[in-house]
């Protein structure tokens, strides 16, 4: 009997709850009212991608009330829920957030209100009128007049309006930042980013237009696929598009690149922000000083003061670090805690700062405009190249703590000697010294002229001798790339007369600046995009200093001319060092004798390659795929130190072109397996591949493809292969040496040059694997050519994938 009641009890109860959990198509007047415990309960979309309905709040702690609800409305095609509104004050932000007694309900004058049960308090009260409510299919809440697209949260979705000038546009999930006038990014008052020009509409298939400018571009442009632009929690925006595979979203366009130049990103006093990675950051504190007991949130404190009289202290010198000094509107006009003086130099900087008590800080920027902070408190501290600048701390001249923030003489001190120390280089036997002199002899020309127009640069920019002496180096950081106008570029290169190359993306002449500079100006051709959008992609180029790669100077962008303006590298390509009779079609210089470069040299270029690929995959903050790692495309300066030229520029070409371009572009002979057959994405283990391709001509003196016609003759005859077999089966790396090394008569066949062969062979055996996920990372190759780890036996290569055109 009494099961029988239970039986039926259960039958009169089950039709309700599965009711209630059906997604519903509108909610009505008609309708129960609509209870935050009823977490089942949906608010579906026509198509099914978006769904409103209450969710637990993860901001409020569960303990005393039994947790707290929102009324959201979430992506129901994502896997991860995510949620792109919420209900909230509209000027506050604030999410409205209830307890399980409240509901929601419209009445039958078609007001729909939030109320709380039992009393009369209204949570929230829609400002319209209608009986039903529903989800359209772009994701708008829709009640009569009334919809959620005119009250954005932190995300905007196609087709959303977007509000104008004068508004809080969107703020972020935590509350800390602002989007405001659909323009500038907020901390607070401080601003730390700026789109190019305000936000007019997010588009179906990716394009953030912009009032006045061209638009900015998703890098994935022209699919149909679900997108939001948020403001996320950690200040930055980025647009998402949604993979209808993985139902997970993808970063396609993100306004900030370095995520430490985000106000706010730490939170405590004298705290310095860290990339960890691309996507991360980290806080630390700086040398001396030790973090507070509450944690890293409470900021750092100095661990023993000094006097201020100037007598106890020392500063310790932070390279790329700065501070913000607290809000202020530009990056370099003084904040509450920051002032700018125009110093003599570095030391009247310092001795400014050591006469004032309350300067904790100084900072000094070297190149362009010689600029002296004095900090009276730390504030926002990041590290990054693009601040150009070091930042001295005062603090106790007893203090030893290790100074983690010494990225400038790191990053001078690579594999390539500086030019005016020309160092020998690690003896080699007499080869060495006889090419040494004939290298003299070849380039002395050249040197004299280069030593002269730096030490005119150098009278010129007396701060730069200041750097030069502090720093040993002549490698400087300019204030960003500069702009040319096509006038000047003209002038420069005497109307494009001394055309020195020929590439992918454009010629390239040679010309001289006014300040006896000697540049290479590379006129690119089918780059897209608006002035705007070139000079933002410029300048992540020109950030990416490392001494292995070319320098860019400036840009020019006059209506349709795209120019980038480069150093001058005097002694041209890897080619035409490397293979008898170079095939590159160049006027000019190009029947000279080359000196044959020996195997130290060729070990010393391979390194200074690999580390240089290795920082644009893996340190750029920006992740930069060089696509066309090639011979032709490493410039070698007066005393064959390696520069890569040509990267960042497969950003450049317009993105419509790149879709199917980025599969042709690459040069037959060094593309991956991957990219010629399988049509899978292209990575950085393309790069690999062919790092790993020219790795072998550099050893053996040879075209890949090239040897193939002259030598062997076969069709299925594959170089890699090849050189596997000679390297593991046959054990003979001599028959792989350039033979002209071999027969050069110094050529000693001792076991240190034997390990450096086997070394550089096995490695590139390792970038060539068919699988782009055996081959290392461009990190890993740099650590297998210096030898630092073992390099273990790979799997014998055997795709044949030279293309023929
Ligand atoms: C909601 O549905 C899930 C499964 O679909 C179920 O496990 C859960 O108990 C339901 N919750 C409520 C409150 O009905
Ligand atoms: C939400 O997404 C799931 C998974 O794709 C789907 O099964 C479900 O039908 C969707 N909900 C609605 C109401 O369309
Ligand atoms: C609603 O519930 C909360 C806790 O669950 C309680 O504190 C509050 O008094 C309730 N309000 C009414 C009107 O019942
Ligand atoms: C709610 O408001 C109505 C009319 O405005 C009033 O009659 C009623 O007493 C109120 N109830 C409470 C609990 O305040
Ligand atoms: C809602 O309807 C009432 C009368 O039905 C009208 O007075 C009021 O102006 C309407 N409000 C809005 C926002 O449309
Ligand atoms: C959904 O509603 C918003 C706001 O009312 C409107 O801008 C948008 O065009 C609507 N989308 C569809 C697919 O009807
Ligand atoms: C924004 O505010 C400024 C000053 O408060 C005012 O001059 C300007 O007209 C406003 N712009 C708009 C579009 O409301
Ligand atoms: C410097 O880095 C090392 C290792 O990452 C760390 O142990 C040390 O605490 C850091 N020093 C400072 C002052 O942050
Ligand atoms: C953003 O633009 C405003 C107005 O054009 C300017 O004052 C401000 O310095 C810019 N901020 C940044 C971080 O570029």
């Not at 008052?189 to 990716?206: E, F």
């Not at 190359?501 to 000697?518: C, F, H, N, Q, S």
């Not at 450049?652 to 371009?661: A, D, I, N, Q, R």
């Not at 650590?783 to 023929?804: A, R, S």
Request: charged share 20%; net charge neutral.
């Amino acid at each position: 009997m009494a099961m029988a009641v239970a039986c039926s009890f259960l039958l009169l109860v089950l039709p309700v709850a599965l009711a209630a959990a059906q997604p519903m198509q509108s909610f009505s007047a008609s309708d129960t009212a609509w209870s935050p415990t009823e977490t089942n309960r949906t608010l579906v979309s026509n198509n099914g991608d978006f769904a409103a309905g209450f969710l637990p709040s993860s901001s409020s702690s569960s303990s005393s009330s039994g947790g707290k609800y929102r009324f959201a409305v979430w992506v129901n095609a994502s896997d991860s829920r995510t949620v792109i509104w919420y209900a909230h004050d509209s000027t506050s932000y604030t999410a409205v957030e209830a307890d399980r007694n409240s509901s929601l309900a419209i009445d039958a004058a078609g007001k729909l209100s939030w109320t709380v049960a039992g009393t009369n308090t209204t949570l929230l009260l829609w400002p319209s009128n209608s009986t039903t409510m529903t989800l359209n299919d772009s994701g708008s809440l829709v009640h009569g007049a009334w919809s959620s697209f005119r009250e954005p949260t932190d995300t905007l979705m196609p087709l959303q309006s977007i509000p104008g000038a004068n508004t809080t546009t969107l703020q972020s999930q935590n509350g800390r930042f602002n989007l405001v006038n659909s323009l500038t990014l907020q901390h607070g008052d401080s601003m730390y980013a700026n789109i190019t020009a305000a936000l007019r509409n997010l588009t179906p298939d990716g394009t953030l237009q912009l009032s006045g400018v061209s638009p900015l571009i998703a890098s994935d442009k022209g699919s149909t696929r679900l997108r939001r632009l948020t403001l996320d929690d950690d200040g930055n925006l980025r647009l998402y598009s949604l993979q209808p595979r993985t139902r997970q979203w993808r970063v396609v366009w993100q306004l900030v690149q370095e995520l430490c130049t985000i106000r706010g990103a730490c939170r405590g006093a004298a705290t310095i922000c860290v990339p960890e990675g691309a996507d991360s950051t980290t806080c630390v504190c700086p040398p001396g000083y030790r973090q507070q007991p509450r944690g890293i949130d409470a900021g750092c404190a100095p661990k023993k003061k000094y006097s201020g009289n100037g007598k106890d202290d020392k500063f310790v010198r932070m390279d790329f670090v700065a501070f913000s000094g607290g809000a202020d509107t530009a990056a370099l006009d003084p904040g509450k805690y920051m002032s700018k003086l125009s110093p003599q130099n570095l030391a009247d900087c310092e001795n400014k700062c050591r006469d004032n008590a309350g300067c904790v800080a100084f900072g000094y920027k070297f190149g362009g405009d010689r600029t002296c902070l004095h900090y009276t408190r730390l504030v926002d501290g990041y590290w990054s190249p693009a601040t150009e600048m070091s930042t001295y701390l005062r603090v106790v001249a007893s203090d030893k703590d290790t100074n983690n923030f010494t990225g400038m003489t790191s990053m001078i001190d690579t594999v390539c000697p500086v030019r005016l120390a020309l160092p020998v280089p690690p003896k080699q036997g007499r080869t060495t010294i006889r090419n040494i002199a004939i290298i003299t002899a070849l380039f002395a020309v050249e040197l004299l002229a280069g030593v002269l127009s730096f030490w005119a640069f150098l009278r010129k920019y007396s701060q730069y001798r200041e750097m030069a002496r502090t720093l040993g180096l002549e490698y400087l950081p300019a204030g960003g790339p500069r702009r040319f106008s096509y006038a000047e570029l003209k002038a420069a290169t005497k109307d494009f007369s001394d055309a020195v190359g020929r590439g992918a993306y454009g010629t390239v002449y040679r010309g001289e600046l006014p300040d006896r500079r000697a540049v290479a100006v590379k006129q690119l051709h089918g780059v897209g995009g608006g002035e705007a959008e070139f000079w933002a992609e410029v300048t992540i180029i020109a950030r990416m200093h490392h001494l292995n790669l070319v320098r860019m100077w400036g840009f020019c962008a006059d209506k349709e001319q795209r120019m980038l303006v480069y150093e001058y590298v005097p002694n041209g390509s890897l080619d035409k060092y490397l293979f008898a009779g170079g095939t590159s079609a160049e006027s000019g210089d190009g029947d000279k004798k080359k000196p044959l470069l020996d195997l130290h040299t060729r070990y010393r270029i391979a390194l200074g390659v690999a580390r240089a690929i290795a920082y644009l995959h893996e340190e750029c903050l920006e992740w930069v795929l060089h696509c066309d790692i090639k011979p032709e495309n490493i410039l070698l300066e007066d005393d064959f130190c390696p520069k890569v030229s040509d990267f960042g520029l497969s950003k450049l070409t317009s993105k419509k072109e790149k879709v199917t371009m980025s599969r042709i572009r690459g040069t037959r002979g060094y593309m991956a397996p991957e990219w010629v057959i399988h049509r899978e994405p292209i990575t950085a283990k393309a790069d690999v591949y062919s790092f790993g391709m020219v790795l072998l001509e550099i050893v053996s003196g040879r075209r890949n493809y090239g040897f193939r016609q002259d030598s062997v003759g076969s069709e299925d005859w594959y170089f890699p292969k090849w050189a596997f077999e000679k390297v593991y089966v046959e054990r003979r790396i001599d028959d792989i040496i350039d033979p002209r090394i071999v027969q050069a008569e110094a050529y000693e066949d001792d076991d240190a040059s034997v390990a450096t062969v086997e070394r550089m062979v096995k490695t590139a055996m390792w970038c060539l694997q068919d699988r782009a996920d055996m081959r290392p990372s461009m990190g890993k190759v740099a650590k297998m050519l210096e030898g630092t780890v073992e390099i273990t036996e790979p799997v014998k290569p055997t795709i044949f994938c030279v293309q023929d055109d």
